[in-house]
Nanobody, 126 residues
Framework: VQLQASGGGLVQAGGSLRLSCAASGRAFSSYAMAWFRQAPGKEREFVSAISRSGGSTGYADSVKGRFIISRENAKNSVFLQMNILKPEDTAVYYC????????????????????WGQGTLVTVSS
């Protein structure tokens, strides 16, 4: 599967953005999906993940209550709605996927995902 992230941009603190990740290839519904981010000078970190069925989701503590992950398997897409953005949310955001058997599985570890998009830059100004 190939992943294409989009939706990044410049936004003021307190604003919102919606990231999209479009997947090409077959059987998107068999992929658990996740968002990671990497700020300048920092390591890549987990943001959010969703199981292949959409029934299980997970969030980093830093975004819990502000970000919402969702997916539309019929459109081969996963989304990240980001609200109440903070300057510390500034980073390149990557979508990642892994085909799995379990309908409820997802991982917070980057190494668990074999497919990655190219990243989209989110800049939050203070």
């Amino acid at each position: 599967v190939q992943l294409q992230a989009s939706g990044g941009g410049l936004v003021q603190a307190g604003g919102s953005l919606r990231l999209s990740c479009a997947a090409s290839g077959r059987a998107f519904s068999s992929y658990a999906m996740a968002w990671f981010r990497q700020a300048p000078g920092k390591e890549r970190e987990f943001v959010s993940a969703i199981s292949r069925s959409g029934g299980s989701t997970g969030y980093a503590d830093s975004v819990k209550g502000r970000f919402i992950i969702s997916r539309e398997n019929a459109k081969n897409s996963v989304f990240l709605q980001m609200n109440i953005l903070k300057p510390e949310d500034t980073a390149v955001y990557y979508c990642a996927g892994q085909n799995v058997v379990s309908s409820r599985w997802y991982s917070t570890l980057a190494g668990s995902y074999g497919y990655w998009g190219q990243g989209t830059l989110v800049t939050v100004s203070s």
